[in-house]
């Protein structure tokens, strides 16, 4: 019991700190739009080659025997890499996509969790439903805005998704579970053999 309580501490410790790099990631973002967009670019591009490189020589190292994934897996980065830094705009208009799939994706989920909380009648609900649809209605424009505006928006969504993670984490986490054990007791579980 220790050790799964233990384990439940860490992934609420993990998921603090990816909510404050959020925040931290998304003031850059506002405060410095155009260098941050171009050094993103750079950095992911890097990033790819890098992690391309070491795979491909995971899968030498392997002998050429093992791992054919990795070779496979370590040319697709390579090429990611080369793309990211040869075409950086076409770059950043995907990323502007992964960015808006990933805050609606998170606010969905977070909207999940205020239903359970509204079905359970647990205080509070109602805050962390609006928070998550603002989240939803940000990663949605986010994935409409024009470049001009891209950077700038993607940073106020990653304040916002990053402030509502914490405010999901650091009140809501424990009335989440609550209310899911809640209404996961009040039905009978039926099991089909």
Not at 10 to 32: D, H, N, R, W, Y
Not at 80 to 88: E, N, Q, R, V
Not at 159 to 176: H, R
Request: with cysteine.
């Amino acid at each position: 019991m220790n050790s799964i309580k233990k384990l439940f501490q860490k992934f609420k410790v993990e998921s603090i700190v990816s909510a404050v790099f959020a925040i931290i990631l998304g003031i850059l973002f506002v405060a410095m739009p155009n260098s941050s967009a171009n050094a993103l670019c750079t950095v992911s591009g890097v990033f790819f080659i890098i992690t391309g490189l070491t795979l491909i020589m995971a899968f030498v190292a392997g002998g050429f025997f093992f791992g054919g994934h990795l070779l496979i897996l370590g040319i697709a980065l390579l090429i990611c890499g080369a793309f990211t830094l040869s075409y950086p705009n076409e770059f950043k208009d995907l990323i502007k996509i992964i960015f808006g799939i990933y805050i609606i994706v998170d606010g969905t989920t977070s909207l999940v969790d205020s239903i359970y909380c509204a079905r359970a009648k647990i205080r509070g609900w109602f805050v962390l439903t609006i928070i998550s649809v603002l989240s939803i209605i940000l990663g949605s424009i986010l994935m409409l805005a024009t470049f001009e505006t891209i950077v700038i928006f993607m940073g106020c969504a990653l304040i916002i998704d990053g402030i509502c993670d914490l405010i999901e984490i650091l009140v809501f986490s424990k009335k989440v579970r609550e209310a899911k054990k809640r209404l996961l007791d009040s039905h009978e579980t039926i099991y089909i053999d």
